[in-house]
């Protein structure tokens, strides 16, 4: 799991020091942009500026130029440096007394109330919560009282504003904001300097070694716990990190983010934040301090100074990239999120991602390798071009530099692997199918879909047909050469229905019908031909290819004009239309398929159109006279073909009648359909004769009654069944002919229909000898005829009465009282006076004229018998 993140690099070498003095050691550095400050155990402090340049491989060094030293007047170590750049001071702690020397001179600040003593330890608070920009907040640890005191230092004075006292004596401090982070003799604990609340942390022993406190980040903080651990905790007391496993001899810790860097007696080991894991230890002999400034490590041994450089974030990721590491280099990248500009991380991120997708994708991993292609916005045809032949020849793709994989092709990752290489096509039809329709083919969606149809005819997918079927973007000088290797002709026509070319597309797929080519795509292929035809748009075509629909088959081939639209101007020719009459025309050689058309055009678009009515009356009637002079005739095709055209005599009106009379005039097997012709020439009489005496089909005589009077008004009925009753006993036949089953049948008539009859007529008509109980059921529907009619009339009469009753009494209450009209009174509807003594009364006794209340009537539609109610003469 190691990484190489850093690289230690010298700074200030032992000559540049302390020359050739061997007895004097460094205690304390602090850094400040360029300016590392470094103090020493003979008192001296020492000012260097560094300068950075970054070498040929990109990595940096310094370069160091001793600007200054300065001897601060006592035989003590400096223990503490701390650079304020905002006041251009440098805060020292030597002796226990913390001062303020000038930055640039390393003078004493003049003033003496620019001192504190008593110190044993002290830190900056670099999440202050004074608001004076010119002003440090310091916290300091009492060398003799169990007490934190915070400070402002000025540039010439120092001033005390908060004394906190602790449980035990402390012995490290950190500070942020209100809270201090402590090290006290037996345990750590947080300590908010405001509100006086304090936290227990963890126990700690600082007679065994020495306790790190470390702010790094705004109220968190790390600590070095028992048993090699560094804990982090935030100042609520919780830690919301894993602990690092760090050795149980660490002196000193910095943060670099994402790494924590911690210090022991003999190497320096980086770990990470993000999953707590050892990543790099560097060697590094009698070190003793180990400080960050501002993202800058520091290391000091006894005698030299170093820096912790950190290779740059992308080379470390790309290491792991390289050792296939692809969670740790993803890790490491969204970790560094905050460390990178926004717009450089986007960058960054977006092509680690792509990176990982290809790791991922070659070691077969398609679900992560999906996910990281989507989430890094990876051009699709960075992935298709692995593919051979894949992206169409136009396509102007180049491949990402520098390259995001090193596989040449799809052969060279799958190395001979044919079950690899049809995973990865696998996979690749299954992304490419998702990406199509999103914002990842933007710009690129002809080498996407190209791409897929050619997979799609590789592999023999069944989404082809759908692909093409759909709106897309497939580039047919690339799309066809392909689907013709892979003999897809089908999928190759609707290729060319797309692009407009609909009689390539045509051609292609007779050639397939007729055998020419080979392709089982579609089993129905032909009748898909003919419901193509039937929507085509380019009549020529249509004409050009009927003829070979209707030579193999007339029944689908006719569906060709049976499913093309009629205008509402029902067969008036439109725009992309046949005319139906050109359609009649040219199907006059196939015969089948014109009955079809004409029943498609009569009885399915319900066109009235007298020409068409009789033409396929004609139709019908010469297909009939057609079957029965066969021999012998198929009863079955007969009956079929008679049931056609006796239905469309009846419901049809539009037909030429004596045409069709003229064409069954001699045929003696056409009775029924001769009897309707009658009928629609209003010869019921000769239609009746024909069924009564030629067929002797009674119940047809019947139906033929009901059809015929049907929508037509009760008279009517009444006469035709009445005509229908006097063939049944037709008197001017022979005596002995009105016997049997005429008799019968008019028995059975009038029983059945007996309300429609004319009782007293048909009583007239009857036979003398016929017995009452013969017609009982007749006589007595038309007895309850009879009595249900007067008893109604009774009824109605009676209402009638009394309603009279009832406008003769409201009339006599409204004489009871007059009603006075003059010259001199208006009416309340026209305001002019009265001129004669006639007026008509409203509700309430309000008198109107006559013609007002009339108007009135008509616009306000009361009723009459209100206005009736209401009049009175004068």
Known sequence: MSVKAFELVPAVERELLMGDKARINIECIECCGKHLYVGTNDCFIHHFLLEEHATTKGMLSYTVQKLLFKYLGLKKPVEALKAASALERIIVLCDATVSVIDMITLEPVPSGGAKIKGVAAFCVNENPVNGDPFCVEIGVLSARRRTVQIYMVYEDRVQLVKEVNTPEQPCAVSLDGYFLCLALSTQYMILNYSTGAAQDLFPYDSEERKPIVKRIGREEFLLAAPGGLG????????????????????????????????????????????????????????????????????????????????????????????????????????????????????????????????????????????????????????????????????????????????????????????????????????????????????????????????????????????????????????????????????????????????????????????????????????????????????????????????????????????????????????????????????????????????????????????????????????????????????????????????????????????????????????????????????????????????????????????????????????????????VYLDRDLPSSTVTGELEMAAVDLLNRHGEVFDAVRVLDLLPEGWSLQLLRPFLGRALRGSMHACRTSQVALGLARSENLQLQHDRLKQRRSPVLVSQKKGCVLCHNTFSEPDCVCLPGGVPVHTHCAAQRVVRDSPTRRQLANSNNHT
């Open 231 to 726: 804990m982090f905790a935030n100042a609520e007391g919780i830690s919301q990190r894993a602990p690092v496993n760090w050795s149980e001899s660490v002196m000193g810790a910095a943060v670099c983010f994402p790494y924590v860097v911690a210090l022991d007696e003999g190497f320096v080991t980086i770990h990470s934040m993000l999953d707590q894991q050892l990543k790099q230890t560097l060697s590094f002999r009698d070190g003793h301090i180990l400080q960050d400034f501002e993202g800058k490590v520091v290391l000091a041994s006894t005698k030299a100074v170093y820096v912790l450089v950190p290779l740059p974030l992308e080379r470390q990721i790309q290491e792991l990239l390289a050792g296939h590491r692809v969670e740790e280099a993803l890790a490491l990248t969204e970790g560094a999120r905050r460390n990178i500009p926004k717009d450089k991380f986007q960058i960054l991120h977006r092509r680690i991602l792509q990176q990982a997708g290809f790791i991922q994708f070659g070691q077969l991993q398609f679900l992560e390798a999906k996910e990281h292609f989507r989430t890094g916005q990876l051009d699709v045809r960075e992935l298709i071009s692995l593919y051979p032949l894949l992206l169409p020849a136009s396509s102007s793709f180049a491949r990402c530099h520098p390259a995001l994989h090193g596989f040449a092709d799809l052969n060279h990752l799958a190395q001979g692997d044919q079950d690899k290489v049809q995973r990865c096509k696998r996979f690749l039809i299954t992304y490419l199918g998702e990406v199509r329709s999103t914002e990842g083919a933007n710009g690129c969606r002809e080498d996407v879909d190209t791409a897929l149809l050619k997979l799609y005819a590789e592999q023999d997918h069944e989404s082809l047909l759908d692909l093409l079927a759909s709106p897309n973007a497939c580039l047919l000088a690339d799309s066809a050469p392909w689907l013709e290797k892979h003999h897809k002709y089908f999928a190759l026509g609707l290729l060319y229905h797309y692009n407009g070319q609909d009689s390539a597309a045509l051609q292609l797929w007779v050639r397939i019908v007729n055998g020419d080519l080979q392709d089982s795509t579609r089993s129905d292929l032909y009748e898909y031909i003919v419901d193509f035809l039937g929507f085509c748009s380019n009549p020529d075509l249509v004409w050009k290819y009927a003829d070979w629909a209707l030579q193999r088959d007339q029944t689908i081939g006719v569906q060709i004009f049976t499913r093309r639209p009629v205008g509402q101007d029902q067969v008036k020719e439109q725009k992309d239309q046949v005319n139906p009459d050109d359609v009649i025309t040219y199907l006059g050689k196939h015969s089948q398929a014109l009955l079809l058309y004409l029943e498609h055009l009569v009885l399915g678009r319900r066109i009235q159109k007298e020409k068409l009515h009789t033409h396929l009356a004609v139709q019908y009637t010469d297909r009939v006279l057609s079957l029965l002079s066969q021999s012998p005739p198929v009863d079955q095709q007969v009956s079929v073909a008679r049931d056609k055209l006796q239905l469309l005599l009846r419901e049809s009106s539009l037909y030429r009648v004596q045409l069709l009379l003229g064409k069954i005039q001699e045929c003696d097997q056409l009775f029924l359909e001769r009897a309707t012709l009658h009928g629609k020439l209003e010869e019921h009489d000769k239609a009746l004769h024909i069924l009564v005496h030629q067929l002797k089909d009674f119940p047809a005589a019947e139906a033929y009654c009901v059809w015929g009077s049907a929508s037509r008004d009760p008279a009517y009925q009444q006469s035709l069944f009445h005509l229908l009753l006097g």
